[in-house]
């Protein structure tokens, strides 16, 4: 679970995620905040990963990433701190995974639910769907989605290569994902509003997130080809 000042919800995030899914580890990422995420998280029973600075979601996802490969598990979930990932449908992310995929992702617009984008984020996420769609060889919805379910093969791509540039989180790891064989699925899935804090994506930055997910599209594509198989991905 990434977080960046989620105190005004992490607390009750965690509380919904330990009673949907009891059995589970919880490593909340603090990603720099400056302000009680990470006392709130610990006070919740979560573990906690202090960043001391911010390294945006990429940077906190491989921190995430490392510490699952370190510890063998075989099963990574991403749930934002901020309440918008209901973990009910995390069961659905995970029965995906049952049947082959490496990857779930849940997708707000896979036919459940009525969420809808506007402005340039909704032709940056029509343009990437469209690409990533022709890249992966089948539909793919949501890309930038950041409710995922990852199998062991995913973990252990990511913890040795995952981005940490702005949208490389979401766009040069679907990449990387594709170009190293993994398999990748998408689940309908309902997104909800915020619990609490301040949207990452104000009116003046999605004014340019069409041209810096391009970028981050472009530059993924550039570079070498991962091997989830190599010794170097250990």
Do not use: C, W
Request: neutral net charge; proline residues 4%; glycine residues 8%.
């Amino acid at each position: 679970m990434p977080a960046l000042n989620e105190q005004a919800s992490v607390g009750s995030v965690l509380a919904e995620v330990r009673r949907v899914l009891p059995e589970i580890d919880i490593l909340v990422v603090d990603d720099g905040s400056q302000d009680q995420t990470a006392r709130i998280a610990r006070e919740a029973g979560a573990e906690v990963a202090r960043l001391a600075v911010n390294l945006g979601v990429g940077g906190a996802m491989r921190t995430g990433f490392r510490y699952a490969a370190a510890r063998d598990y075989d099963v990574v979930i991403q749930v934002d701190a901020d309440g918008q990932h209901d973990p009910e449908e995390v069961a659905a992310l995970l029965s995906a995974l049952d049947a082959g995929a490496d990857i779930a992702i849940g997708s707000r617009f896979a036919g459940k639910g009525a969420y809808r984008a506007v402005g340039p984020r909704k032709y940056a996420m029509v343009a990437l769907s469209l690409v990533f769609s022709r890249l992966a060889r089948h539909k793919l919805t949501d890309v930038t989605s950041g409710f995922k379910a990852m199998g062991p093969r995913a973990i252990k791509l990511f913890a040795a290569y995952y981005p940490a540039e702005y949208l490389g989180d979401t766009v040069e790891g679907l990449v990387l994902a594709i170009r190293a064989k993994l398999t990748i699925s998408e689940v309908p899935v309902l997104m909800r509003e915020r619990a609490g804090g301040t949207p990452s994506h104000s009116p003046v930055k999605s004014a340019v997130y069409l041209g810096r997910a391009g970028l981050a599209l472009l530059l993924a594509l550039m570079r070498r080809r991962p091997s989830v198989d190599s010794s170097d991905a250990a």
